[in-house]
């Protein structure tokens, strides 16, 4: 079964930058599969962030459009998320997720992802 890892996250300042990594087990390739990044706060509901389709077409949430950007790297079977200008609202911990084939308008949905990671913390403040 895929299994997903996030790495990347830590603590980091207003302003500044951070990429998250996500990399598929041993055996799978991410190309097969369109990828979402959510984000969860402590009592909050998870929300999309941003989501890859296969052919490299994205989608970003309200809030983050203009400071992340989600790539894709075949070659390397990883999915980056770019984070520019972060914010302490920003503060969440960030999982990647996988499915075969989801809507361009349902890619932010949580729902519609089999597979996930167990998520990598992200912190802003000063």
């Known amino acids: 079964q895929l299994q997903l890892v996030e790495s990347g996250g830590g603590l980091v300042q207003p302003g500044r930058s951070l990429r998250l990594s996500c990399a598929a087990s041993s055996g799978f390739t991410l190309d097969y599969y369109d990828i979402g990044w959510f984000r969860q706060a402590p009592g909050k509901e998870r929300e999309g962030v941003s989501c890859?389709?296969?052919?490299?077409?994205?989608n970003y949430a309200d809030s983050v459009k203009g400071r992340f950007t989600l790539s894709r790297d075949n070659t390397r079977n990883m999915v980056y998320l770019q984070m520019n200008s972060l914010k302490p609202e920003d503060t969440a911990v960030y999982y990647c997720?996988?499915?075969?084939?989801?809507?361009?308008?349902?890619?932010?949905?949580?729902?519609?992802?089999?597979?996930w990671g167990q998520g990598t913390q992200v912190t802003v403040s000063s």
């Open positions: 890859i389709s296969t052919s490299g077409g994205t």
């Open positions: 997720a996988a499915t075969l084939k989801v809507l361009y308008n349902l890619c932010l949905s949580k729902d519609e992802y089999n597979y």
